[in-house]
């Protein structure tokens, strides 16, 4: 993995790609958790948290500015096809079939931990391979937000399992993003 990420910083087209790969999951979850809100009852960690994720998109497309002049302007060129625009609504029916209580906080949990491997590895390799991309700012804040779902699903007997169907997901949408 952090061999393939090192090549991909390399290849600027694909990085670009990768970008707007992560960018894509990013803003996909910042609207799994809007539509998890409650018309009125709206907790502020939970605008926070819907918040942050958009913010996190939004940061990823501005860093594809740093590659090219022109970064794709929405999100029909991502790597992994069908099996990244398909990840959080794949997890989230695994999710479903195994409770129907605290979908949205497991969901979310298991993401949280993919992104709390991902990111450190991708920001490591970025900066091994001296580039001016950034995602430190997106690291921090995704501590918070697993910090904030631990407590929330303290108890929460489903957790193991959620993260081994988040990681059968994974391992087939890493296996598409390095063909
Ligand atoms: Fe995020
Ligand atoms: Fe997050």
């Known amino acids: 993995m ?12 694909r990085h670009i790609q990768w970008l707007n790969t992560l ?30 994720e958009f913010r996190h998109a939004h940061h990823l497309k501005e860093q594809m500015k740093k590659l090219t002049p022109e970064p794709p302007a929405d999100y029909q060129d991502i790597l992994g096809g069908h099996h990244t625009r398909r990840y959080l609504d794949r997890l989230e029916l695994a999710v479903c079939r195994l409770t129907n209580e605290m979908v949205y906080p497991l969901v979310t949990y298991a993401i949280e931990k993919r992104a709390e491997k991902l990111y450190p590895l991708y920001h490591k390799a970025l900066r091994e391979m001296k580039s001016n991309i950034t995602v430190m700012s997106i690291i921090k ?4 937000h697993l ?11 489903f957790k193991e399992k959620v993260c081994e169907i988040e990681s059968e997901i994974y ?3 890493w ?4 063909l």
Do not use: F
């Open 175 to 178: 296996s598409k993003i390095v």
């Open 171 to 173: 391992e087939t949408w």
């Open 23 to 52: 960018s894509y999951l990013e803003n996909c979850g910042a609207r799994k958790i809007a539509e998890a809100e409650h018309p009125t009852l709206v907790r502020r960690e939970m605008l926070k948290h819907a918040a942050e």
């Open 141 to 144: 804040e995704e501590e918070g």
């Open 2 to 13: 952090e061999l393939y990420l090192r090549y991909l910083i390399l290849d600027n087209q």
């Open 147 to 157: 910090e904030e779902m631990e407590k929330t699903l303290e108890h929460n007997p």
